[in-house]
Structures are given as structure tokens and as C-alpha cells.
């Protein structure tokens, strides 16, 4: 177990969502690959970046992948063979007040910061500063 004041790999890379490494894609806000020190996953120059990305990958379940409830994103962000994926969507529809099968507006900035600002507590063990997450929503 990691001492209170160090910060968790996501805090400490300026990514919320914990989001692996994929050198097909280059992020906006990312670490030149030269300066960086986690090769397992993505590392942002600052914590909006880090949102921004997270944001952006949610839209994409929507848009590329066809996603529609808050359980179909969970299932795919974090993977049953990787997480405890129904503790995970049991958390974010708490924090969110609403049911597994809710369908969240993509485009709507409360909500999609409201989720993502789930996704990085569950990830991250520590509420998400709202600045940040908001931050990252005007990058998109």
C-alpha cells in the first residue's frame, strides 16, 4: 500500500482514466515518447490533457464503437479480466444517480465531466478536481 501523500500512477502521469499506452496514438497534451518514464501507460503534460483524453475516448465508444449505457462504456473501460467490472459500473451509476442502463448524451458537458470525474475516482481513489475535468472538456 502506497504512503497517503504519494500520488497514484494516474495523478502522478496527469491521467485520470488510467489509459494505456498506444503509440498509434498521439494525444493532444502528451509527453514527448523521449521525456517519458511510464511506457505502460499514456503520460499528459497536465491534468486537463488527461481529461480531454479520457473525454474524448468515451465519445469514441459512442461514435466508433456504438456504445450506449453506462454499463456498455464501463464494460469496455475497464474489463472483467482486468477489473471488478460490476463493482466498477455499480460505482460510477452511484456517483452519476443513475441506473446501469442509462444512456448518457455524449455531447452533454455536466454528464460526460460528471462520468469522467467517476471514472477517475474509481481509478484513482480520490475525488477529481472539477477544474481539471472541466478544463479538459474545453479542450475537446
Not at 30 to 59: N, Q
Not at 76 to 105: F, K, Q
Request: with cysteine; glycine share 6%; charged share 25%.
Amino acid at each position: 500500500m502506497l504512503p497517503l501523500n504519494v500520488p497514484t500512477r494516474g495523478l502522478r502521469n496527469n491521467n485520470p482514466g488510467n489509459i494505456r499506452n498506444d503509440d498509434r496514438i498521439g494525444w493532444q497534451g502528451e509527453v514527448c515518447p523521449t521525456a517519458k518514464r511510464d511506457f505502460a501507460f499514456e503520460e499528459f503534460k497536465d491534468m486537463a490533457s488527461g481529461y480531454r483524453a479520457l473525454l474524448k475516448l468515451l465519445r469514441n465508444y459512442r461514435s466508433i464503437h456504438g456504445l450506449q449505457t453506462i454499463a456498455e462504456f464501463i464494460a469496455r473501460w475497464a474489463p472483467p479480466h482486468e477489473n471488478d467490472t460490476e463493482a466498477y459500473i455499480g460505482m460510477v451509476c452511484r456517483s452519476l444517480n443513475v441506473a446501469r442502463d442509462y444512456v448518457p448524451d455524449v455531447n452533454d458537458r455536466e454528464i460526460m465531466t460528471a462520468f469522467a470525474a467517476a471514472i477517475s475516482r474509481m481509478e484513482n481513489g480520490v475525488p477529481a478536481v472539477m477544474s481539471d475535468v472541466y478544463a479538459g472538456w474545453e479542450k475537446l
